[in-house]
């Protein structure tokens, strides 16, 4: 059973950046296809992009272009590169991931998931 672990989040400026960092307790992780998601306060949690074990990938649409996911499979960890973040992209930001052949974008899909991190940005 794979464990989660999210790091990188903290307090930013509007327009600025952080890097998620994801590390997975299992060496076979790169079988995994894994997922950010984000949940801000009194909200659902919703997907903002996946990375297949082959290194496909996808994004919400809100995010393409200043959102970069990435995988290292030697380090058991998926990144997300955040730029030119905006006030409204505060929340609780959570790495997940599943055993499938495709990129999931429900939460109720995936059985592993991490903590959590706090993003929070100030306008």
């Known amino acids: 059973q794979v464990q989660l672990v999210e790091s990188g989040g903290g307090l930013v400026q509007a327009g600025g950046s952080l890097r998620l960092s994801c590390a997975a307790s299992?060496?076979?992780?790169?079988?995994?296809?894994a997922a950010w998601f984000r949940q801000g306060p009194g909200q659902e949690r919703e997907f903002v992009a996946g990375i297949h074990w082959s290194g496909g990938t996808s994004y919400t649409d809100s995010v393409r272009g200043r959102f970069t996911i990435s995988r290292d499979n030697a380090k058991s960890t998926v990144y997300l590169q955040m730029n030119s973040l905006k006030p409204e992209e505060t929340a609780v930001y959570y790495c997940?991931?599943?055993?499938?052949?495709?990129?999931?974008?429900?939460?109720?899909?995936?059985?592993?998931w991490g903590q959590g991190t706090q993003v929070t940005v100030s306008s």
């Open positions: 299992e060496h076979t992780f790169s079988r995994y296809t």
């Open positions: 997940a991931a599943e055993t499938t052949y495709t990129i999931l974008r429900s939460s109720t899909q995936y059985t592993f």
